[in-house]
Every structure is written in structure tokens, then in C-alpha cells.
């Protein structure tokens, strides 16, 4: 079965502090890898995904993302962040057999303070 | 474009009473549709998922039931609720590549 574990529950940053969520997961075949977010108030959304390719994708709102193979990993930097990236991020992953089926992280809640 | 929207948006029942949630998709046709909810600091769960009208897999044994009577209309229901169905439940359905998710504004249940 797979697994997603976000490392960090809950992050406080200064407003310009670098980010990195941590996710790792367990899989024993392809996986489609994804980060999505949920600002107050609004609907969880997509903020980036992995399906093949470059390991290192970028996201809205100057997000990126790097999928190292060997480490099982996924995490989520940002160089600078903003007041505005306060919200729940969630990892999440699902093989590519059972697209949409996603197994996700229990999610991290970023608090930036201005 | 692609929407969904799902309802009611918040709704406090008593134990014993029944449920229903609804999710309708607009913008695309054949979509699968899924049912995922979260309880309090935990991710999603995945619940249910349907593949077509009146097609319905079940991804853990529990109280609920989920039916598609529609193309693009999902509904959760259950009989008789428990404490333990209170929670936030999400409908979504897949984008054509790849797996991701796009979702409802949710619906919080509490159970009392």
C-alpha cells in the first residue's frame, strides 16, 4: 500500500525566509507525484505535479518542487516567502494504474508572518 | 471550463439520521469522480471513487454509500450516522492527465 509522510506539521516563517516541506512517500511502481494547497477560505487546489521528466518542476506562485528518485522524496521550496503563502499544504501521490486515487500527506500548515 | 460544486456547505446532524451530500461537474463529460474526506489534522482519505454512471468502488468499510445516478453528479450518502462521520468531505474529480485532482469547496459534518 502507499504511504505519504509530511515531516513537518506545522512551519512559522518571517515573511523572505527560504521554505522547504519535506514529503516522502512509499510506492513500489510509477507514481505521479503532487503538491496542492489550501489558502483560508478557498478550495484545495493544485500547486504543482511531477508525472515524468525533469525532476525539478515549478508551480504557481514561484513554488518548485524536486522529485529524487532514490530518496523517495518530493519537497516543496520557495526561495522567498510571502504573507500570502499562509495555508495547508498537502503532498500527495498516486500510481499511475489508478490515476485520481491519490494517497495524501496529513498536511503541513504554513504560517508567514508579516 | 471545468467546475464543481458540492452541497450543502456546512451541516450538523444528529446521530441516527441520515445524509446526503451532492457534488455536480460541469464542463466535462464522463468524468471520475471522487469522494475524499478529512478529519481534524489529518490528509485525505479516499472513499469513494466512480468510473461511470452507477459505478461506485469503495476504498475502505464504513458507514457511507456513495451512488451516481448522473454522468456528472456524485452523491455520498449514509442511513443512520455515527460520531465518527463527522469530518470535512471533498468531492473532486481527475484531470484528464495524469491523475490530478480539481475539488469542491467541501462540507463540514458534525455529527452530535
Known amino acids: 500500500a502507499q504511504s505519504v509522510s509530511q515531516h513537518n506539521h506545522h512551519v512559522i516563517l518571517s515573511e523572505a525566509a527560504s521554505l522547504e516541506l519535506g514529503c516522502n512517500y512509499s510506492?513500489?511502481?510509477?507514481?505521479?507525484l503532487f503538491w496542492y494547497v489550501q489558502y483560508p477560505g478557498q478550495h484545495l487546489q493544485l500547486l504543482l505535479k511531477?508525472?515524468?521528466?525533469?525532476?525539478l518542476v515549478k508551480g504557481i506562485k514561484g513554488f518548485e518542487a524536486e522529485f529524487i528518485k532514490s530518496k523517495f522524496s518530493f519537497n516543496l521550496r520557495k526561495p522567498s516567502v510571502q504573507w500570502s503563502d499562509t495555508a495547508e499544504y498537502f503532498c500527495?501521490?498516486?500510481?499511475?494504474?489508478?490515476?485520481?486515487?491519490?494517497?495524501f500527506g496529513d498536511g503541513t500548515t504554513l504560517t508567514v508572518k508579516p | 471550463s471545468q467546475t464543481i460544486h458540492q452541497w450543502p456547505a456546512t451541516l450538523v446532524q444528529p446521530v441516527g439520521s441520515p445524509l446526503s451530500l451532492e457534488c455536480t461537474v460541469e464542463g466535462t463529460s464522463n468524468p471520475n469522480l471522487y469522494w475524499y474526506r478529512q478529519a481534524a489534522g489529518r490528509g485525505l482519505q479516499l472513499l469513494f471513487y466512480s468510473v461511470g454512471i452507477g459505478q461506485i468502488s469503495s476504498e475502505v468499510p464504513q458507514n457511507l454509500s456513495a451512488s451516481r445516478p448522473q454522468d456528472r453528479q456524485f452523491i455520498l450518502s449514509s442511513k443512520k450516522l455515527l460520531l465518527s462521520d463527522s469530518g470535512f468531505y471533498l468531492c473532486a474529480f481527475a484531470g484528464e492527465q495524469g491523475g490530478e485532482l480539481f475539488f469542491g469547496e467541501g462540507s463540514r459534518l458534525t455529527v452530535l
Open positions: 511531477y508525472f515524468s521528466g525533469d525532476p
Open positions: 510506492y513500489g511502481g510509477t507514481v505521479n
Open positions: 500527495a501521490v498516486t500510481g499511475d494504474t489508478n490515476a485520481g486515487k491519490s494517497t
